[in-house]
């Protein structure tokens, strides 16, 4: 039983390239949420998504970030024209919508 | 203003001594959650406290939680080496949708 599948786990990109992260939620679970976490910081919700559909996207920056979670395939954080300040560990975790969430291993974003 | 506030924030204790991580939270809660992150891991849920009063325990660890107090805690029994790692409680408020909001981590170190 596949746990949240994040990758890649590790992302170098220079500034102004796009970053897109992927994840896959565990079997059965249709609700798919977006954290961030900076160094030594707790996880920053940023966007919670069901099928086809954004619930709630109140901790979006407004510019350059754009999530998905499409009928088919796995959701996907994009972030345009990446900065510095973009460097962080992005976690998925997915649910059934009742339950606990369920974390990924995230991604690691460094911008160079 | 959410907020969840989670002291202390660096802990370093003797293995076999007992110790508490507080975790307070600024307004009406749904469910409050233990989390635990190994460095470069994700995070595993350890606790779901779901109303006033509730205890949870395994192993080492028991987690308790007082809504009128709008606290939580965390306490560690007889701590081993393998209970080094951060700590995170996570608070579900009412009217925030289903994004939880994070303290920012309480790290312990266990020293023989």
């Known amino acids: 039983n596949a746990g949240v599948m994040q990758n890649p786990r590790h992302l170098v990109r220079r500034r102004g390239q796009e970053a897109r992260l992927r994840c896959s939620p565990m079997k059965g679970h249709s609700h798919v949420y977006w954290y961030r976490q900076l160094p030594e910081e707790g996880l920053k919700f940023m966007v919670y998504?069901?099928?086809?559909?954004?619930?709630?996207e109140s901790g979006m920056p407004k510019e350059r970030f754009s999530a998905e979670f499409p009928k088919e395939g796995p959701s996907i954080l994009r972030i345009q024209q990446v900065v510095r300040g973009d460097s962080a560990a992005y976690f998925c975790a997915s649910s059934r919508g009742d339950s606990p969430l369920h974390f990924g291993n995230g991604t690691r974003l460094t911008v160079t | 203003e959410l907020k969840v506030e989670q002291n202390p924030l660096f802990l370093s204790m003797q293995e076999g001594k007992n110790y508490t991580i507080y975790c307070n939270y600024s307004t009406t809660s749904d469910r409050l959650y233990w989390y635990r992150q190994d460095p470069g891991k994700s995070l595993e849920s350890l606790f779901v406290?779901?109303?006033?009063?509730a205890v949870k325990q395994e192993g080492r660890l028991m987690a308790s939680l007082d809504t009128k107090a709008r606290l939580s805690t965390l306490h560690i029994t007889a701590a081993v080496h393998d209970l080094s790692a951060t700590y995170f409680c996570?608070?579900?408020?009412?009217?925030?949708?289903?994004?939880?909001?994070f303290g920012k981590g309480t790290s312990l170190l266990v020293t023989p």
């Open positions: 998504l069901q099928k086809e559909n954004i619930i709630d």
């Open positions: 406290l779901l109303s006033n009063g």
């Open positions: 996570a608070v579900e408020f009412m009217n925030s949708g289903y994004a939880l909001n």
